[in-house]
């Protein structure tokens, strides 16, 4: 009898090579949002109206990148985390134009809203609209031009696309915060109107050959320090105590994700063929709040690493990237960034616990590998 080892060995090596390829692989990334996930789209359209955009000087980047990388943070974004996980080339901004975006484009805007910034004043909730706002429904239209560069039939498009990971947010929080704390009330009889915004553009996404969605619900807008400084009242009442966030935005924060997380399942029952997945922005920040230590972040989590002035080391006079204004040693023990976005500490737990679990349902590495 012939010795079979060597065919058992070729056979098991053959089994575990199989076993190391994902079912599924993600070719690219499409992102729409705000600056959670802005790469440099506000940057060029700065330039074309003149104006400066602080993410375009140091510190911003300093912990990753080692310059400037036109993200408001100091290092990576959560976009970025899901590029290294599937082997993709960091989101280029789409506005640059530059190069090929067959792995991906980003859409994302800072500031941009769900609703058209022209609502705001329409409305009177500001009086003043921010000549560099973009909506989500702009964002899509910008995908729409560039869609025939990536294909051109219906099942090409389909066949591109159902290898393609979108993901549409974190964008509602900026709906939210534009709004003065005395009509916070009044922005709550909104929030369906943002939700049903947001499905409007994910159906779309879909009918266009989309089928896996990543969709964040909001983050708990009362702990931002921007709120904090602004908004603080000094009224214990108006405080969660154990955290020390404002309670009334974080009620509302709530209140948005309880509707999209309706809509996301309803979502699903209409496009069974889809992956939609609800990734949880809340849970996660609020866990950094109350068990700071347990992440490593410093014992006031509510603290800003790039900042200066105030109880919460921001004030809207001595921003991240002014003259004068000190950084932190160490970002990386640090959950807020500038005072309104996150540390790349911070989005690299959460990109983690979309990818992986436990705060995205599914997680996106069960979607990517069945």
């Known amino acids: 009898m012939k010795n079979t080892t060597p065919i058992i060995l070729?056979?098991?090596?053959?089994?575990?090579?199989?076993?190391?390829?994902?079912?599924?692989?993600?070719?690219?990334?499409?992102?729409?949002?705000?600056?959670?996930?802005?790469?440099?789209?506000?940057?060029?359209?700065?330039?074309?109206?003149?104006?400066?955009?602080?993410?375009?000087?140091?510190?911003?980047?300093?912990?990753?990148?080692?310059?400037?990388?036109?993200?408001?943070?100091?290092?990576?974004?959560?976009?970025?985390?899901?590029?290294?996980?599937?082997?993709?080339?960091?989101l280029k901004p789409y506005l640059g134009k530059n190069g090929s975006f067959r792995q991906g484009a980003n859409f994302a805007v800072e500031g941009?809203?769900?609703?058209?910034?022209?609502?705001?004043?329409?409305?009177?909730?500001?009086?003043?609209?921010?000549?560099?706002?973009?909506?989500?429904?702009?964002?899509?239209?910008?995908?729409?031009?560039?869609?025939?560069?990536?294909?051109?039939?219906t099942k090409e498009c389909r066949d591109y696309f159902s290898r393609s990971l979108f993901i549409v947010g974190h964008i509602e929080g900026r709906d939210y915060v534009k709004v003065p704390f005395s009509k916070l009330r009044m922005m709550a009889t909104y929030a369906p109107r943002i939700i049903r915004i947001i499905v409007g553009i994910i159906k779309e996404l879909l009918h266009q050959g989309a089928q896996t969605v990543v969709v964040p619900g909001n983050m708990p807008i009362g702990c931002l320090p921007i709120i904090l400084d602004v908004f603080d009242l000094n009224d214990k009442y108006s405080h969660d105590q154990?955290?020390?966030?404002?309670?009334?935005?974080?009620?509302?924060?709530?209140?948005?994700?309880?509707?999209?997380?309706?809509?996301v399942e309803k979502l699903r029952v209409n496009y069974p063929h889809a992956k939609i997945i609800y990734a949880d922005f809340y849970?996660?920040?609020?866990?950094?709040?109350?068990?700071?230590?347990?992440?490593?972040?410093?014992?006031?989590?509510?603290?800003?690493?790039?900042?200066?002035?105030?109880?919460?080391?921001?004030?809207?006079?001595?921003?991240?990237?002014?003259?004068?204004v000190t950084v932190c040693k160490n970002p990386s023990t640090y959950l807020n960034w500038d005072g309104a976005r996150l540390t790349e500490a911070s989005y690299r737990y959460i990109a983690n616990s979309w990818l992986k679990g436990p705060y995205a349902d599914p997680p996106i590495v069960d979607i990517h590998t069945n």
């Open 112 to 153: 941009a809203t769900a609703l058209d910034p022209t609502f705001f004043k329409e409305h009177n909730l500001t009086s003043y609209v921010d000549p560099l706002s973009t909506s989500l429904s702009s964002q899509l239209q910008w995908f729409k031009e560039l869609k025939p560069s990536l294909c051109q039939t």
């Open 10 to 90: 070729s056979l098991l090596l053959f089994l575990l090579s199989i076993q190391s390829i994902p079912c599924h692989s993600f070719n690219s990334i499409f992102s729409f949002g705000d600056s959670y996930t802005d790469t440099g789209n506000i940057n060029v359209l700065g330039m074309k109206l003149s104006m400066s955009v602080y993410s375009d000087d140091l510190p911003y980047g300093q912990t990753f990148f080692h310059r400037p990388s036109h993200r408001f943070s100091d290092g990576r974004l959560i976009v970025d985390f899901f590029a290294e996980h599937f082997g993709l080339p960091y």
């Open 242 to 263: 154990k955290t020390g966030c404002i309670e009334r935005y974080n009620t509302l924060s709530r209140y948005h994700n309880s509707l999209l997380l309706k809509a």
């Open 283 to 324: 849970e996660p920040v609020l866990n950094f709040v109350r068990f700071p230590q347990r992440y490593g972040f410093i014992s006031n989590p509510l603290v800003v690493c790039c900042g200066r002035g105030g109880k919460y080391n921001w004030s809207p006079t001595q921003m991240c990237s002014l003259p004068n």
